[in-house]
């Protein structure tokens, strides 16, 4: 089993940042990628950017650009630097163990304008 937990979410003000983070616990051995999704009100929830064991990355062309994900293997963490962020991106942010049905809880994103 894999335990995930997101911390860093919050209430910015257009423009500004905020750093994700995604720590797994468990059989952390299993894992070969993470993801961070995003789910906003009334909406389906969609990957927003990902990171393999080695280190290779994927984002959402919405995202591109302003986000940056990187993962610290000796604390098992994954990050998700967001940056210029926009009232688009408010949402509750998960972490995914991705090919697993490990999901973290979630933290709550809100940009306001």
């Known amino acids: 089993q894999v335990q995930l937990v997101e911390s860093g979410g919050g209430l910015v003000q257009a423009g500004g940042s905020l750093r994700l983070s995604c720590a797994a616990s468990g059989s952390t051995f299993s894992i070969n990628a993470i993801g961070w999704y995003r789910q906003a009100p009334g909406k389906q929830r969609e990957l927003v950017a990902s990171?393999?064991?080695?280190?290779?990355?994927n984002y959402a062309d919405s995202v591109k650009g302003r986000f940056t994900i990187s993962r610290d293997n000796a604390k098992n963490t994954v990050y998700l630097q967001m940056n210029s962020l926009k009232p688009e991106d408010t949402a509750v942010y998960y972490c995914k163990a991705l090919g697993t049905p490990y999901w973290g809880q979630g933290t709550q994103v809100t940009v306001s304008s």
């Open positions: 990171i393999s064991s080695r280190g290779m990355t």
